[in-house]
């Protein structure tokens, strides 16, 4: 059974808790708006909306990863299917297979439920038994309960969690990481 490898926008890839005014070192600034307008360059000075930093040599790494490791690359991240329209061309990445999150999770208003149940019962019911690694800035202890629960669910489940500091973004540690962790496998 191929495992997966579970990649987050915000915090792995767009790392939207870096100093505000200093973009990371690789990193290209997309603006998304209201209107679902979609900047890059010196436009994406001239829209309001939300400031995206992406890395395009992420996705040369991300498809290296998942070739090396037989692991299956699979977006786990509120951009949902906007993560193929958007954040895969920026980086290199073909479209993905998306995790679906519920619409009854989500207040236009308020945003995603607070709890976090909604993202770990998706990636368990998606899982179903398969290995996976999982890049998300979300790992800590924010969602203890909702991550109980996801460790009962799996337990026995080859899983590895890589908690991506949303300050810094995807590291060669992180990728290096999963690389050992997938070694361990039999394929």
Known sequence: MRGLLLLDVDGPLNPYAAKRHRRPEGYRTF???RRGGWYSGRDARR???VRVWLNPGHGALLRELAE???L????ATTWMHLAN???APAIGLPELPVIEFPETDYDRDDGWVADGNWKWRAV???A???PLAW???EHDDGYREARAWFDRDRAGVPTNLCHVDPRHGVRSEHLDGIRAWAATMPR
């Open 128 to 130: 179903a038994g398969r």
């Open 31 to 33: 603006r998304y708006t």
């Open 124 to 126: 368990a019911a998606y």
């Open 47 to 49: 829209y309001k909306g």
């Open 135 to 137: 890049l998300d800035d």
């Open 72 to 75: 299956e690359l699979v977006w």
């Open 68 to 70: 090396d490791t037989g």
């Open 85 to 87: 329209a958007l954040v």
